[in-house]
């Protein structure tokens, strides 16, 4: 296996990285949490890559949590475990879908000439709040297409617990959270994507659907909820962060998500 010269590598992480903090952060009304010094030596990295003739992987993810020092070391390996997972069956589906091993002629000359690969690249950030840790995976894939694509996935965790949360874990059992949210979205995505909006685009992915508001993370004193290109307007918007103040939900959250 050939390794990809450093600077490439760090390069390609720099530009991912670049994206998953544009994502994470336009247009909000207050900059993500940054992680104290502190919070950062709590938290360890570990990296894969693999390089193919047909395509370049490059990812990150957590090895150690926050969970580690706030609970101990059995919430932190099952925190660890769930995002490694995550990692491993990414890749393993991206290398699937590829079909790297059964390339014919004809798909090289189309797909690959040039000397051309696709890629797999992801990176995370970190964001705390009073009672939560989240780490949130940015996925950038480029498979050949007219561009390639950024998605995300987000895990919570309750830092008293350890628990991984859920979008519905964060509200009383009584509360139509979806139907809340549904209705906030809508108020203010189309301020967000301007010109790029498309009505049944943004109706689409913002009804009162559990999976359209699956990728969230509590930061300081918001909720936040990530849309990915093609989610809620055109490829052109970008991706989308809805800024939710967490006392415009204090009516449905549990008193220790407010």
Do not use: C, W
């Not at 760090?10 to 909000?28: D, E």
């Not at 570990?46 to 090895?63: C, F, K, L, P, V």
């Not at 004193?221 to 939710?244: C, H, M, N, R």
């Amino acid at each position: 296996m050939k390794n990809m010269p450093l600077v490439t590598a760090g390069a390609i992480l720099v530009v991912i990285a670049a994206i998953a903090f544009f994502a994470l952060t336009r247009p909000v009304q207050k900059p993500a949490h940054t992680a104290t010094p502190e919070e950062l030596a709590a938290t360890q990295s570990r990296s894969y890559t693999e390089h193919g003739a047909y395509y370049d992987i490059a990812t990150n993810y957590a090895s150690r949590t926050l969970l580690r020092v706030d609970i101990g070391t059995a919430a932190d390996d099952t925190a660890v475990a769930a995002m490694k997972d995550f990692i491993t069956s990414t890749v393993a589906q991206f290398k699937k879908d590829g079909k790297y091993a059964n390339l014919t002629a004809q798909d090289i000359q189309m797909r690959f000439s040039g000397g051309r690969k696709d890629a797999l690249n992801i990176v995370y950030l970190i964001s705390t709040a009073p009672r939560t840790v989240s780490y949130i995976y940015t996925t950038y894939m480029d498979t050949g297409g007219a561009h390639g694509n950024t998605f995300f996935r987000t895990f919570t965790f309750d830092t008293k617990t350890g628990a991984s949360l859920s979008l519905a874990d964060l509200f009383t059992p009584d509360a139509d959270y979806l139907m809340a949210l549904s209705k906030i979205a809508r108020a203010k995505l189309p301020d967000m994507v301007k010109e790029n909006m498309v009505p049944q685009m943004l109706n689409d992915g913002t009804t009162p659907d559990a999976k359209n508001f699956a990728n969230f993370f509590i930061d300081n004193d918001a909720l936040k909820i990530q849309f990915a290109p093609y989610e809620v307007a055109p490829y052109s918007a970008g991706p989308q962060t809805l800024y939710i103040p967490l006392s415009q939900l204090s009516s449905i959250l549990k008193p220790e998500y407010q």
